[in-house]
T-cell receptor, first 115, second 113 residues
Framework: EAGVAQSPRYKIIEKRQSVAFWCNPI?????LYWYQQILGQGPKLLIQ????????DSQLPKDRFSAERLKGVDSTLKIQPAKLEDSAVYLC?????????????FGPGTRLLVL | GDSVTQMEGPVTLSEEAFLTINCTYT??????LFWYVQYPGEGLQLLLK?????DKGSNKGFEATYRKETTSFHLEKGSVQVSDSAVYFC????????????FGQGTRLTINP
């Protein structure tokens, strides 16, 4: 079974530029998550989708971050404009459903450096 | 709010030593508890989980018991190997409603031969 795919793996941009990350979840997984992991910290949930609808985006900085999951499969996370503090690893995860005990499967992440 | 506190790292042990990584949590409801592991150069992967009080999760020689009375989920292994070197994350998720994993800060473990 193929895992969660993410691209690109690495990205270096200058502040105020825009960047987009792509995620393709495990086939059949209804729930998709984007996390931000700053160096030395645990991942923090940014946004959660159930199929193509947003379930939770309470920690997403909506003035600069946006995400979509058209057709309920793959997803894109965008930052515009980027700030220095956005330097982090962006993780995508998916699960069969969104009940509390469900296992989330993580992709390899996209490492973003904002200069 | 819901939170997870992990033992400060980094932790360095010799091969075959006994490992404990402490994890305590604060939650308003009845959470499921997880340990995720991040090996060098790889993504996060589930190590073990427990969904109710007194449950024991186990995998690859690692164990953790869900202790509701002490709000803890400590990770243990009787004899560590060099290949166990990784960053370990404790996390909780509430059973009710939308699943939202709340992670601890992670504990970096290095095992020396």
């Amino acid at each position: 079974e193929a895992g969660v795919a993410q691209s690109p793996r690495y990205k270096i941009i200058e502040k105020r530029q825009s960047v987009a990350f792509w995620c393709n979840p495990i086939s059949g997984h209804a729930t998709l998550y984007w996390y931000q992991q700053i160096l030395g910290q645990g991942p923090k949930l940014l946004i959660q989708f159930q199929n193509n609808g947003v379930v939770d985006d309470s920690q997403l900085p909506k003035d600069r971050f946006s995400a979509e999951r058209l057709k309920g499969v793959d997803s894109t996370l965008k930052i515009q404009p980027a700030k220095l503090e956005d330097s982090a690893v962006y993780l995508c995860a998916s699960s069969l459903d969104r009940v509390g005990w469900e296992t989330q499967y993580f992709g390899p992440g996209t490492r973003l450096l904002v200069l | 709010g819901d939170s997870v506190t992990q033992m400060e790292g980094p932790v360095t042990l010799s091969e075959e030593a006994f490992l404990t990584i402490n994890c305590t949590y604060t939650a308003t409801g009845y959470p499921s508890l997880f340990w995720y592991v991040q090996y060098p150069g790889e993504g996060l992967q589930l190590l073990l989980k427990a969904t109710k009080a007194d449950d024991k999760g186990s995998n690859k020689g690692f164990e953790a018991t869900y202790r509701k009375e002490t709000t803890s989920f400590h990770l243990e292994k009787g004899s560590v190997q060099v290949s166990d070197s990784a960053v370990y994350f404790c996390a909780l998720s509430l059973i009710q409603g939308a699943q939202k994993l709340v992670f601890g800060q992670g504990t970096r473990l290095t095992i020396n031969p």
